[in-house]
């Protein structure tokens, strides 16, 4: 659906489920599955050949930039752009037009990436909104200070538990703000806030930014977050109870 969007119509979309740049397991350290990874997205793109790769994902941005090509050797012979960096750019061309503004106050959750990207690239979603007709409500603490969205609190004790409180957490600090809507950019965050939201009444609405960019440009797009987020957050729950209650641990080597 996001990606289906008029604002998005030009490039052509690629993408399959593991067809991955290895993030979550960088955020583990598990290196050895980051590295294969690596390389197996280095040889698709070859293949491919591309002359320029637009990120969808801020995460994937990050990693394709300039974590792969680091420690892990990746070569990409192409130009990475963010999709901030398309969006914007299409604005300043007259390729999109907004025409009916948001009109509302909203409040961003920082994806974690764009945190290490540094505040120009945070600038950026914050920007388009604006454009848009947004007003920017900042959370306490925000940008390169802000707390997780929920997503990484999981993984200390692999517990989805752990997760929806973070998610709880994100959405109490978002309703202090006072915004009529909360705005995450990263998809990651965008699910798991839109979990939490039904187990947590805040008066508030949640939508991705492309949701907002859309109806800003004459468009009706509405995800159906909420059945998708309780399906995964079922699903999950369902798949962990066993682990949850097991007295069983793993202790890594000293």
């Known amino acids: 659906e996001l990606l289906n969007i008029p604002i998005l119509k030009g490039p052509k979309i690629i993408g399959e489920p593991d067809f991955c740049c290895g993030e979550e397991y960088y955020r583990m350290g598990v290196f050895d599955r980051v590295k294969k990874l690596s390389d197996d997205m280095e040889k698709r ?70 945190k290490v990207l540094g505040n120009d690239f945070m600038e950026k979603p914050r920007e388009l909104l604006r454009r848009a007709g947004a007003e920017i409500i900042e959370m306490n603490p925000g940008r390169e200070k802000q707390v997780c969205c929920g997503a990484a609190d999981s993984i200390r004790r692999c517990n989805p538990m752990d997760m929806w409180k973070g998610a709880i957490r994100q959405w109490r600090q978002a309703r202090e703000t006072g915004a009529d809507i909360y705005v995450p950019y990263c998809a990651t965050c965008y699910l798991v806030i839109s979990m939490a939201s039904r187990k947590y009444s805040s008066g508030m609405e949640c939508k991705h930014y492309l949701e907002l960019l859309d109806h800003a440009a004459g468009g009706s797009l509405e995800l159906q977050s909420r059945k998708r987020a309780e399906k995964i957050k079922t699903t999950t729950m369902r798949s962990s109870v066993g ?12």
Do not use: W
């Open 45 to 114: 793109y070859r293949k491919i050949k591309p002359a320029r790769v637009i990120m969808f994902c801020t995460a994937g941005f990050n990693m394709q930039k300039n974590v792969l090509p680091g420690p892990f050797g990746a070569k990409f012979d192409f130009e990475i752009i963010s999709i901030f960096d398309f969006l914007l750019d299409k604005l300043d061309r007259g390729e999109i037009e907004f025409t009916r503004p948001v009109g509302k106050k909203i409040v961003l959750q920082e994806a974690c990436h764009a």
């Open 243 to 254: 682990r949850m209650i097991s007295r069983k641990r793993i202790y890594p080597e000293p």
